[in-house]
T-cell receptor, first 113, second 114 residues
């Protein structure tokens, strides 16, 4: 069975703080893909990053960075120097050997000015 | 370029009625997915199309739900005899070929069953 766990339901930080959103996944597939999406208050899911299981390199994109560790089945997402516009619900998703994309329950991030 | 579009954006219906929700994917994307998102939850897979055929419909909750994609582009999700529990946001996503590539989501249709 495939599963994605986002244990943090809601996080509040003050602007300019760093914040890490956790994602733990379960799959028996050797080839799989991991994703992060942002869902702002407007509701539309916005793609942030895609990672395949053979590429464990960490990635940085501006204030965003991702840490993929197969040994702990985790794909964590860090926002550096958070801003109010980062306030949203963030979803981690897994696509294994089937066509299904399994989403976590999301982490609501509130960045306070 | 144009993204995934969904119509209507909001649909209010009465229990027992029939509804159709439409999705127009990104041009050239052969893979199309439907999801249902309830309040406070992540998107829940319903069905996946590769071209015109439903490659995986295991997420459809029961036989009141049906989806088609007759020409391999636009898709329609059909719900018969709606129930209050069907109220949710229905999301559509498309990707180039479904092989683990990135899905791009539409804005969703908020369905309310009274």
């Amino acid at each position: 069975a495939q599963k994605v766990t986002q244990a943090q339901t809601e996080i509040s930080v003050v602007e300019k703080e760093d914040v890490t959103l956790d994602c733990v996944y379960e799959t028996r597939d050797t080839t799989y893909y991991l994703f992060w999406y942002k869902q702002p208050p407007s509701g539309e899911l916005v793609f942030l990053i895609r990672r395949n299981s053979f590429d464990e390199q960490n990635e940085i994109s501006g204030r965003y960075s991702w840490n993929f560790q197969k040994s702990t089945s985790s794909f964590n997402f860090t926002i550096t120097a958070s801003q109010v516009v980062d306030s949203a619900v963030y979803f981690c998703a897994l696509r294994g050997g089937t066509y299904k994309y399994i989403f976590g329950t999301g982490t609501r991030l509130k960045v306070l000015a | 370029g144009a993204g995934v579009s969904q119509t209507p954006s909001n649909k209010v219906t009465e229990k027992g009625k029939y509804v159709e929700l439409r999705c127009d994917p990104i041009s050239g994307h052969t893979a199309l997915y439907w999801y249902r998102q309830s309040l406070g939850q992540g998107p829940e897979f319903l069905i996946y199309f590769q071209g015109t055929g439903a490659a995986d419909d295991s997420g459809l909750p029961n036989d009141r739900f049906f989806a088609v994609r007759p020409e391999g582009s636009v898709s329609t999700l059909k719900i018969q005899r709606t129930e209050r529990g069907d109220s949710a946001v229905y999301l559509c996503a498309s990707s180039i070929d479904g092989g683990g590539d990135t899905q791009y989501f539409g804005p969703g249709t908020r369905l309310t069953v009274l």
